[in-house]
């Protein structure tokens, strides 16, 4: 049984309304749908907040002096720094507060933050390279908690069903994000949005404390034995679900990573698929960067600046991929899981990559990069998001929370790092095109198809799955 779960509710109950209606796209037993609703609201809410961000970033760090495509590329990498320094502290942190204090208080941190970055975009000043990494260490952890809350909220077999539904919250709130934002950015510039974002996040962290009084209401009087744990690990007394209001515990994220060859694969998975993601993110930004810059300098802007022409676009592009990823995410995430399980889930986004930057490397043309990274990002962003998420089921608390958040920021920006890296050599040491950085790319994904083989046998043994 997964670490910090509940107790199954009653076979004999019958399903409720809500329970019929969820079996639409996932196999929702009597007494869980209430519960899977609330987490696929939170996550609505924090990804359509993280949307308006994400949206209105491009713009500020794209266009106008000192902005480009390399700057963005670097300043991704510079993310990876901070983290060093806010990943153990994060993990020093959940080791003195619950589980519910150390969402609600991160959650805090990163409104009054928003409400700051508001006040000086407002008085002139240039944000474009800090908000950009800001926002970059913003996602990761703030979505890497909540996904953390839904592996402690369920069991393995739970999760493996429900995480679905989760996910089409996720996909949703993207889409209202980036859809707004991409009508109205025009209108209104980037600032506003980030006052909007701010409120969900307070809608978000009032739904996780809803989850959490319901949980916490059901597992009373239940005796709930301690199982699971990380390979050669034993749970900590905080552990256990009857003490949810004493700490996490554990070791710090990295030393968790470090010392489990699990945990340190599903880390060399981050690194890789945010690698391979970040270098086709700069092919796009490179080649929507010059495109607006020949509009406006030739006078075919429609009276419209270049972060004007940027935000729409992305706007636009964004849209389409979370529209594609919700539909995946409602109708195959569940069945893809259900047939193939984690492990074949895994390999079906490196080979996408692989067969998508192979096409980029012939045809390096805006129609041709965007098709291929609407299909990237929306297969990212669904059916490869619940897959690696559930990865954690089988493990402890401590894993949860501290081991992901580390997996999460530090080695998804790592693979930032090496993006950089890429993009750099490429440039300035071989003089390489978009269509070079592609093949390169394509080569990396092969890689990463290696790796999702390895580790969803893994998975399998620790699940216990035949």
């Given at each position: 049984?997964?670490v910090?779960?509940?107790?199954a509710?009653?076979?004999s ?10 079996r ?5 037993r ?37 902005g480009?495509?390399?700057?963005k ?12 320094v ?32 508001f006040?000086l ?22 979505i890497?908690q ?6 402690d909220?369920?069991t ?17 709130g993207a ?19 980030m006052?909007?974002a ?9 739904l ?6 319901r949980?916490?209401?059901s ?17 900590a ?11 996490i515990?554990g070791?710090?994220?990295?030393a ?13 998975l981050?690194?890789?698929?945010n690698l ?10 490179e ?6 810059a020949?509009?406006?300098a ?8 270049e ?25 195959l995430?569940?069945r893809?899981?259900k ?16 067969s998508?930057y192979?096409m980029?490397?012939?045809l390096p043309v805006?129609s041709?990069?965007r ?33 992901k ?13 090496l993006?950089?890296?890429?993009v ?6 071989f003089?390489?095109a ?13 890689v ?6 390895f580790l ?5 043994q620790k699940?216990?799955?035949?």
């Open positions: 049984m997964s910090g779960a509940p107790h509710p009653a076979r109950a019958p399903p409720s309304a809500l329970d019929r209606l969820l639409l796209f996932a196999d929702v009597a007494g869980e749908g209430v519960t899977a609703l609330l987490l696929m609201l939170n996550i609505f809410f924090t990804l359509a907040a993280y949307y308006l961000l994400k949206t209105i970033r491009e713009p500020l760090i794209l266009a106008g002096k000192g480009s495509a390399e700057v590329s670097y300043a991704a990498a510079a993310t990876a720094g901070c983290l060093i806010l990943v153990p502290a994060y993990s020093a942190l959940a080791s003195r507060v619950s589980r519910v204090k150390l969402i609600n208080g991160v959650a805090l941190f990163f409104i009054v933050n928003l409400v700051i970055f006040a975009g407002q008085a002139g000043v240039k944000i474009g390279v800090p908000f950009f990494i800001w926002v970059g260490i913003f996602n990761l952890m703030i890497a909540l996904w953390a809350f839904a592996n909220v369920y393995v077999e739970q999760g493996k069903r429900l995480f679905a539904i989760v996910g089409i919250g996720a996909s949703l889409i209202a994000g980036s859809f707004f934002t991409g009508q109205l950015v025009r209108q209104f510039g980037p600032y506003p949005f006052i909007g701010a409120t969900l996040l307070v809608l978000s962290v009032v996780t404390n809803v989850v959490e009084a949980e916490t209401r597992r009373a009087g239940a005796a709930v034995a301690p199982s699971g744990g990380i390979a050669g690990g034993s749970l007394a905080s552990d256990d679900p009857r003490h949810d209001a004493q700490r515990g070791k710090s994220g990295f968790l990573v470090l010392s489990d060859r699990y945990l340190l694969l599903i880390a060399c981050m690194v890789i698929l391979v993601n970040t270098t086709g993110e700069y092919i796009l930004g080649t929507v960067t010059k495109i607006a020949e509009r406006v030739e006078g075919r802007s429609g009276g419209l600046d972060q004007k022409i940027i935000g729409g676009f992305y706007g636009g592009y964004f849209t389409w991929v979370n529209v594609v990823s919700a539909l995946i995410q409602a109708l995430v569940s893809v899981l047939h193939v399980g984690v492990r074949g889930a895994l390999l079906v986004l490196p080979l996408v990559a692989v998508g192979t980029l490397a012939f805006l041709i990069i098709a291929a990274k609407i299909a990237e990002n929306s297969i990212d962003y669904s059916l490869q998001n619940t897959a690696r998420n559930a990865l954690y089921l089988p493990l402890s608390r401590a894993a949860k929370y501290k081991a958040q580390a997996n999460d920021t530090f080695f998804v920006r790592l693979g930032d790092v993006s950089a890296g890429l750099f050599v490429g440039l300035h040491w003089s390489f978009p269509r070079q950085i592609a093949l390169v790319n394509a080569g990396i994904a092969g990463w198809v290696i790796l999702a083989i969803g046998r893994r998975f399998q699940a216990g799955v035949g």
